[in-house]
């Protein structure tokens, strides 16, 4: 054989060689990838979970941020805290056992005999009776 057959041969070795150690490393990094990539994956959806949970409580505080700046909740917050009472409010302290108990007292409604339903839905002029309803 001739000296440039010889290393025509020695070139396409090492470039034989130089692929096949090139395709071993290949192989043995894509396993490596594909556990960092599951691991990526992995930490995507935790923080995405994490981040969704995150915008519900900001959804809420931005909401409790709305009602606390309004009126109905400084006059709750004034009559609950603070004993403070509207016109019409009866205080009860529950700390006291002496302390007197408010009852409501119904008030006594009277009808007149002519305002019964049977009579408002007869005709003008004709009782229950004389249009021969029976009571």
Known sequence: MTKKKKIRI???VSAAVAVIVLIVVLLSVIPA?????????????RLTAQLNELLLKYDGMEEMLEYTGSVEFLLRYARENLGFMLEGDIRVDVDDPNAPIPTIVPQHITTLPSETPESSMAPEGVTPQEGGATP
Do not use: D, P, S, T
């Open 10 to 12: 020695a070139l396409w």
């Open 33 to 45: 990838q594909r556990e960092k990539l599951r691991e990526l994956e992995e930490e995507k959806q």
